[in-house]
């Protein structure tokens, strides 16, 4: 039982910044007795996204309940420096063929601008050019595609800034896309993801498993398993408070996604039989898999305890829990139990499906 605790933790660090607390919420009595365990991923998965280059389902040398998935880095520029993101969703069908990403219609709900980042595109072939970045309150991975075209006299633009001077000067145009896309920064400046130097916990000290390679453009995340049939990456959350705590970037802008039903549902469980998921217990269950015209990888998040913990069994689908919490057997929370009814967002796309 000690990872399970240690993975309440990061929550209870949070409680005096955030109110973010789980462990005074549950009660040790769900941890009492002979600890039953869910059954880990059987079988092989696929590949869903075109950047992945390489992944495994089951843990590698390490005691982690986790496997890895290994990205293509793609290079970009923000204010003057190079940044690395990979690949995941795009919101038009035509653009997620094409490029190999996780078609997800929901993302073109989103047209409040502050709740987009801006991803500037060049005709001529340079890296494009990144609005924001983790660090700024503006930053999410939710990119709007911005079309430019023009003559800006042989130079590499690195910075928003200098595309607008172009503009204003009539060497640039640029053209506002309908395509909205889930592009996660891995590496911005010196800065980069967190990488886990352990490797024996969902959250432990970060989500990558190695430091991005920038000479061969890759990058090794953690792989946890989700049901139905999902094997994800966690990347940011919209919990700015609780993301130092979780390893991983704030992406405040993400928060209002749910306003406009750019969401899907995650449930986690805060008690129950021990797993993989994030709090030591079964694996989270989405709301819909990857593809569902429902789905989205950014998750609206939901924790749940059982009533009466000696009831609980493992859940596969959104389903069985919305019939369970009907029947008052399981309690659900709107983000963790002491942060109801204030909720969050977290990142988590799917790069890997089941069969």
């Not at 009595?29 to 390489?54: F, M, Q, S």
């Not at 800065?191 to 920038?214: C, F, I, K, N």
């Not at 009466?308 to 069994?313: F, G, S």
């Amino acid at each position: 039982m000690t990872i399970a605790i240690n993975r309440r933790r990061f929550l209870t660090l949070g409680a005096g910044t955030s109110g973010l607390a789980l462990a005074s919420g549950l009660g040790l009595g769900a941890l009492a007795g002979t600890p039953r365990v869910a059954g880990a991923a059987t079988g092989e998965g696929r590949a869903i996204v075109k950047d992945v280059i390489d992944f495994r389902l089951k843990p590698g040398d390490w005691p982690g309940a986790f496997g890895f998935v290994t990205f293509r880095l793609h290079q970009g520029f923000h204010d003057g420096g190079i940044v690395h993101y990979i690949r995941t969703d795009a919101s038009d069908a035509d653009y997620a063929e094409r490029h190999g990403l996780v078609f997800v219609p929901l993302l073109g709900l989103v047209d409040r601008p502050e709740l987009q980042n801006r991803l500037y595109v060049f005709e001529n072939g340079q890296p494009p050019v990144l609005q924001h970045v983790p660090g700024s309150d503006g930053y999410t991975p939710l990119f709007r595609i911005h079309r430019v075209s023009g003559n800006a006299g042989g130079r590499i633009l690195t910075a928003e800034g200098e595309i607008e001077e172009a503009v204003a000067t009539g060497r640039l145009t640029v053209e506002e896309t309908r395509v909205r896309v889930n592009f996660p920064l891995v590496q911005w400046g010196d800065e980069h993801l967190a990488v886990d130097t352990e490797r024996d916990s969902y959250l432990g000290t970060g989500q990558l498993l190695d430091a991005p390679d920038l000479e061969n453009r890759q990058v090794t995340f953690k792989l946890h398993e989700a049901f139905p049939g999902s094997w994800y990456i966690l990347t940011d959350t919209s919990a700015a408070p609780m993301a130092p705590m979780m390893s991983i970037p704030a992406s405040p802008a993400t928060a209002d996604l749910p306003s406009v039903h750019a969401t899907d549902k995650v449930w986690v469980f805060v008690n129950g039989i021990e797993g993989a998921g994030v709090m030591g217990f079964q694996s989270a269950i989405f709301g819909n898999p990857a593809g569902h015209a429902a789905w989205s990888p950014f998750w609206d998040h939901f924790a749940l305890r059982w009533e009466d913990p000696d009831e609980a069994r493992v859940l596969e689908n959104a389903a069985e829990v919305r019939e369970l919490v009907a029947a008052e057997r399981l309690v659900q929370y709107n983000g963790t139990p002491n942060s109801h009814p204030q909720g969050f967002v977290v990142n988590c796309p799917v790069p890997v499906m089941s069969g």
